[in-house]
């Protein structure tokens, strides 16, 4: 490898001039997509009026305009359709299984070439993202991909260069008492100059559109790199302990700077850099997540949510999403029919949809889908810089073309006039995906002019 600064130097440098003078995005996605309206954003699902029941469908779409420079471009827009990213998919998908993902799904992760090549035959524009940890090194056990192709760990190359790993007063380096990954030293220029090089070469041979760092967040550090006891590192450490080895800087403004290299150097090549930022719910966290192409918040909207860290976290997505990122949101369920939570992350997800916003929801995995998700609302016709906007009526609510959502994130439920007569929204059945690519579910409509929110869940009426 060459000298670390030397290769860091250079990579700012061009990623500078590329940021100045863009010169368009390589593999962009033609108008309109797979089920992709003018926009690329529109599905070509239908919901049918009181009591009557029907299967939603929902096309991926084509990549709009703007961003090119990050690789925003590369991802669908969802300004007037529901942005389905799923966890990952399988190997050994049927031919059947393969049109559904490609068709109904904006895109996956964790895919070796093999399983995203036949999905991009039938959708150009189907959004694949690598997987590779933020400022943690895998232990040797651990593997991901690294060409595309293959299962591996490249703990050989990293594993001899010292400086590169965080270490203790003591000397010792730090893991996490989750799964013993190393805890890296960011403001490091051999650590960081490896990384740049080596994670734009792996997302070049996976033929990626960006890459979702794992476990970025600063608020991880607290709980996690304690293995030895890392106490500058614990309680709100990472905020405010100022710290020699990071340039008497403290660890998130290290990680500030960081993140800044980082996305100029994948953004300079059309690359998404989309950190894993965790649900957002810490009220001493003051990290930046703005500062890259987009976001992953892992748990948001979990129903066990206090009210004040559900604000704290639908502020953080709704700021997000108003800037123009890119916003992905996940979480689990505990079963395939547990409805209530399904209609809550989606309700949540609706209240902060913006132009490339993404969910997925799942019980088992690796390839699911409900019937919820082919709904069509159209654009929003109202939104808000934050969650006290859409307060109405004591739940918090958001207007689309063709309905409305209702989310009531308090411990008590709230009966909701609607001054009209509207369409109630209540999915059935969806889950696992089997080999006859058979989209189950379906979605039944009742007539209402009133609806109860129960505690901590949702509504999703449509016209």
């Known amino acids: 490898m060459k000298n670390a600064t030397a290769v860091l130097a250079a990579v700012v440098v061009a990623a500078s001039a590329a940021v100045a003078a863009p010169t368009g995005c390589a593999k962009e996605a033609p108008s309109g997509g797979a089920g992709g309206g003018s926009d690329g954003a529109s599905g070509t699902g239908s919901t049918t009026s009181s009591s009557a029941s029907t299967s939603g469908t929902s096309g991926a779409g084509g990549a709009g305009g703007g961003g090119g420079v990050r690789g925003i471009a590369r991802f669908p827009a969802t300004s007037s359709a529901i942005g389905v990213l799923v966890d990952q998919l399988p190997g050994g998908l049927s031919a059947a299984q393969i049109q559904l993902a490609a068709t109904r799904f904006a895109g996956s992760r964790k895919l070796t070439l093999s399983i995203s090549a036949p999905l991009r035959a039938i959708n150009p524009g189907f959004v694949v993202l690598h997987d590779h940890l933020a400022m943690w090194q895998p232990a040797p056990g651990t593997t991901f991909i690294l060409d595309g192709k293959n299962l591996g760990n490249d703990y050989s190359k990293v594993g001899g260069h010292e400086s590169w790993f965080w270490h203790t007063t003591g000397g010792q380096r730090v893991t996490s008492v ?50 030895p006891p890392e106490p500058r590192l614990t309680g709100t450490g990472a905020r405010d302990n100022v710290i020699p080895e990071l340039g008497n800087k403290t660890f998130i403004q290290a990680w500030t700077a960081w993140i800044v290299t980082l996305d100029a150097a994948l953004g300079s090549k059309a690359l998404a850099l989309i950190p894993a930022v965790g649900p957002g719910i810490t009220s001493w966290d003051t990290t930046p997540y703005d500062l890259t192409a987009g976001a992953f918040s892992e748990g948001y909207a979990d129903p066990a949510f206090a009210e004040a860290d559900w604000a704290r976290s639908t502020n953080l997505l709704l700021s997000l999403a108003a800037k123009g990122k890119i916003v992905i949101l996940q979480n689990t369920l505990s079963a395939p029919d547990d409805v209530a939570r399904r209609m809550y992350y989606l309700a949540n997800y609706l209240l902060v949809r913006g132009n490339r916003s993404y969910l997925d929801y799942f019980a088992a995995g690796p390839m699911e889908w409900y019937p919820e998700w082919g709904l069509e609302l159209g654009a929003a016709t109202s939104t808000g810089a934050k969650v006290d906007d859409l307060l109405k009526d004591g739940v918090y609510r958001r207007d689309f073309e063709k309905g409305i959502v209702l989310v009531n994130p308090t411990s008590s439920p709230v009966t909701v006039a609607l001054g009209k007569t509207m369409q109630r929204v209540v999915p059935s059945g969806g889950g696992a995906v089997e080999a006859d690519g058979v989209a189950k579910g379906t979605i039944t409509t009742t007539s209402v002019t009133s609806v109860d929110v129960a505690a901590r869940g949702a509504e999703i009426l449509i016209q």
Not at 179 to 201: H, R, T
């Open 178 to 227: 989750v799964d013993g990954k190393w805890l890296m030293n960011v403001a490091d220029p051999g650590f960081q100059g490896y990384w740049i090089q080596s994670i734009a070469q792996q997302i070049t041979a996976g033929e990626y559109d960006g890459v979702l760092l794992g476990s970025a967040s600063p608020v991880l550090l607290q709980s996690e790199a304690q293995a």
